[in-house]
């Protein structure tokens, strides 16, 4: 008996795609091995990898100049990977949009100068600060923005556009492959697969030629982006059952009409949420209606104990991993490309039951 | 059909232990999810992590004043955060044993001086070099050195014993838990999972406690044991996936007598191999007798294309991944503690077919 399940990440995966997993599990396409057994520098495995690689590009149409890299350690090895490879004049700006925004800005500060470009925080983060591209500092190396902001369920409806071609760096951990991006907007991309691709266990990087090769000579190897784009990121043994996954993943995302086609269904999803959150008299959204997130929605009851009995009775109702992050309180469902329509529409048919006890 | 894998790593796995995972993909334990899909923070993983650190901890009989940690990015990340985070006097010293310690002691160069004690470079590592102790300078931070040798098929028969209480730091990726070691011998001991553990993606790092905290301010936080040790590894969301079949492995591993009774096992599949090779006329063992590897078993036929047609035909006869490493040459077969001794027995049989076509 599966569940819906709301978790901010890892979250739900494609049913279809879990199911051909455990098919595949002891006898992978005839080799006689599961894929967790392959060496990586085999036939079978390298075909996978490419695969993997492939179906990114095509779902997210990425430019032939750009690397795309697969890394360990998640977003937060991102954090200062970032600044240590590209931060070559000493200094970067950062809008802090969130805790994530936040720990990746305090991070950069180890590596050099860090302007805050602007700030919601003292606001628990339930919107997108206001920001002027024109007070970013001219020897900035580049500007980073966090595309979701997982915890508080807001994003960016536009992008920053810095001028003298400053890169755009993003972390789209919780929404990549969620709606269109245009590659070329950015300088790098970055996600943690754990929301929208796979399992936990991988970063994916996307960045362009020129703005790597420049770390310097302290920076380990295996936080140099020259390393992976040299080695098509096998330097040593990749995280390679994670590779896979993602591939599943892809090629299911391609099936549902890929980015273009879940970008309908997400906007669907949400709005059956924010719909009912914005007619509930008990039930109230938390993130600024100018910048809803359509991967978390974050919402209260009442008070804080009406909240706790919700996220309890919901997960008897087999609607999981409600509560919100502790920073945010409250409730947050969220409901990326996998979570199905189905999911959404109990979620709400549920609060509508419950509101009635409240 | 399952084939006999020798694959250095990732290698086999136990057949039971993959079909529970199959068994378990899309609803674990009742809970109506895949262990891929739960938060990290919740119960169901919790327990999942708590199993495999107290099963390894059993297993290794490790001591409370040693940290278990999970760290993404194998062998090669600790190749940095060992002397980023050890490397208190600013040296250590390094035996150089084979190709995995020389890529460790030339990134431990971007951070202090290392003293190379002995190498069997020059001999293509067919041997540990002879070392002595009292050459280790006074102000060394540790003695490195990598148990068993991948490529070559070596292995330490004795361990250093380091004077002036200078800590013992130990690549144990190749043959952790194929047997018995006592963990107070070393200041920290790692490997990369993906050979005797489970499927690629992590390493694991049984470290002292007094020897971490030592880490300087421009230490990336993900680089920093001390991040791990405050977080129970999960500063970020960990590997998950990686670290439940890691559990389940030494679940396995337990039900096969522990180590003890795995090494039993492994001294008697190894036997039969090398048993073969010393009485072949044909072909040869390459490492030296004296410091033969348990795990990786490297020989050749009389010629380069004997040894190509031996690899082709042994794999169309379901007994794959003999190939050699390019800077070996030759074959190895990998027997790591999941490779059953018919398995083995195969091998030997077809060798001894082979042979006569010889």
């Known amino acids: 008996m ?125 919107y997108i600060p206001d920001y002027d591209v024109n007070d970013i500092a001219d020897d900035a190396s580049y500007l980073y923005i966090t595309t979701n902001n997982t915890i508080f369920g807001t994003r960016y409806i536009e992008l920053p556009k810095p001028k003298n071609g400053i890169p755009l760096v993003a972390d789209m951990s919780s929404n990549i492959l969620s709606q269109p991006y245009d590659v070329r907007d950015f300088g790098l991309i970055y996600a943690g697969v754990q929301k929208n691709m796979g399992p936990a266990g991988m970063a994916v990087v996307i960045v362009r030629k020129d703005l790597i090769g420049k770390a310097g000579a302290n920076v380990p190897k295996m936080l140099n982006f020259q390393t992976y784009a040299d080695n098509n990121s096998m330097f040593n043994t990749p995280p390679a059952y994670t590779i896979y996954m993602t591939g599943l993943v892809l090629e299911w995302l391609k099936e549902q009409g890929g980015v273009e086609g879940i970008y309908q269904k997400n906007v669907e999803k949400a709005q059956i949420l924010y719909d009912f959150l914005d007619q509930s008299e008990k039930f109230r959204p938390l993130a600024k209606k100018e910048h809803r997130s359509l991967m978390n929605v974050t919402f209260v009851s009442p008070d804080a104990e009406t909240d706790a009995r919700f996220v309890a009775e919901a997960a008897k109702a087999g609607l999981q991993t409600l509560k919100g992050h502790r920073i945010a309180g409250g409730m947050r469902a969220s409901i990326y490309n996998a979570m199905p329509k189905e999911g959404v529409e109990a979620l709400v048919n549920f609060m509508a039951d419950f509101e009635k006890t409240i």
Chains 1, 2 share one sequence.
């Open 2 to 126: 599966r569940v819906y399940n709301f978790s901010p990440g890892p979250s739900m995966l494609p049913l279809p795609v879990l199911e051909r997993a455990a098919r595949e599990m002891c006898d992978y396409n005839g080799t006689g091995m599961s894929v967790m057994e392959m060496s990586h520098r085999g036939k079978p495995f390298m075909q996978i990898m490419e695969n993997t690689q492939n179906l990114l590009r095509e779902l997210m149409n990425i430019p032939e100049d750009y690397e795309v890299l697969f890394v360990q350690g998640g977003a937060s090895m991102q954090f200062a990977m970032i600044p240590l490879n590209l931060m070559t004049t000493g200094a970067a700006a950062y809008i802090d949009s969130g805790n994530f925004a936040h720990n990746a800005l305090v991070e950069a500060q180890r590596y050099g100068r860090v302007d805050v470009l602007a700030s919601s925080k003292a606001d628990t983060y339930a």
